[in-house]
Nanobody, 125 residues
Framework: QVQVAESGGGLVQAGGSLRLSCTAS????????IAWFPQAPGKERTFVAQ????????HYANSVKGRFAISIDTAVNTVYLQMNSLKPEDTAVYYC??????????????????WGQGTQVTVST
């Protein structure tokens, strides 16, 4: 059974940094993609970054280019989201999502079948 779990959220001042982790388990993931979707209160989940399990195929939303960096350590089945220069508008619950590359998962959250419980990121002014 595939499971993904996020960690690393917290409270940070504007301009600060956080690193989120997403650990996947339950099978081998060589043909999978992992993405991050923050969800602010009262809003839908929005795509910010995706990476394929081999470390290629990296994509970012325009809103985070130059500030966020996604990476992977396949030895520990973990994807990281390094978030720098954080802004109050980055405040959200950050969800990690996973699905097989063959299904062409992209920027739409409905492309992904496996989700973690989310981790709260709060950026204060």
């Amino acid at each position: 059974q595939v499971q993904v779990a996020e960690s690393g959220g917290g409270l940070v001042q504007a301009g600060g940094s956080l690193r989120l982790s997403c650990t996947a388990s339950g099978r081998t993931f060589n043909d999978w993609a992992i993405a991050w979707f923050p969800q602010a209160p009262g809003k839908e989940r929005t795509f910010v970054a995706q990476i394929r399990w081999g470390g290629n195929g990296i994509h970012y939303a325009n809103s985070v280019k130059g500030r966020f960096a996604i990476s992977i350590d396949t030895a520990v089945n973990t994807v990281y989201l390094q978030m720098n220069s954080l802004k109050p508008e980055d405040t959200a619950v950050y969800y990690c999502a996973a699905d097989v590359i063959g299904g062409y998962p992209g920027t739409n959250p409905y492309d992904y079948d496996y989700w973690g419980q989310g981790t709260q990121v709060t950026v204060s002014t």
